[in-house]
């Protein structure tokens, strides 16, 4: 097992989230004239074991769907962290609600946030050659 500090563990969960969300939005970018279709997004990673110490963590409470839930129309979301949409602006008559702006709106924001974390990367490498004395440069 490799010891990754706290920061760089962060840094590289969240990369891999944003990845996640970037192929998502692309599904949903790919099936804005699919029927039926309903747009998806990716739900934001949980940093509960970034702040644990001591024995006592913080957990994000999971939802497990009943038969009873099943029967009511509820629906298990596809994918680990895949869940629908609620953040849509219009339900086309065909049942589709991808709307390419918003879709573009959120690779947008997603292509800022994963510049963010490569910054971070990048700072928090140059930091450590710097402790090492190996020039942070």
Do not use: C
Request: aromatic share 2%; charged share 25%.
């Amino acid at each position: 097992m490799r010891d990754v500090p706290p920061l760089m563990a962060g840094i590289e969960t969240r990369m891999r989230n944003l990845s996640d969300r970037q192929n998502v939005l692309a599904q949903n970018i790919a099936n804005s004239e699919t029927p039926g279709y309903k747009a998806r997004d990716v739900s934001e990673p949980s940093f509960a074991g970034l702040v644990s110490s001591g024995g006592i963590a913080v957990v994000k409470p999971q939802v497990r769907l009943t038969e009873r839930m099943k029967g009511l129309g509820a629906i298990q979301p596809a994918g680990a962290g895949v869940v629908l949409d609620k953040d849509v602006t219009e339900t086309k008559p065909d049942g589709n609600n991808v709307t390419l702006e918003d879709q573009l709106l959120k690779m947008g924001q997603v292509q800022a946030d994963f510049s963010a974390m490569t910054n971070l990367y990048r700072k928090q490498i140059s930091m450590m050659k710097t402790a090492l004395g190996k020039g942070g440069n």
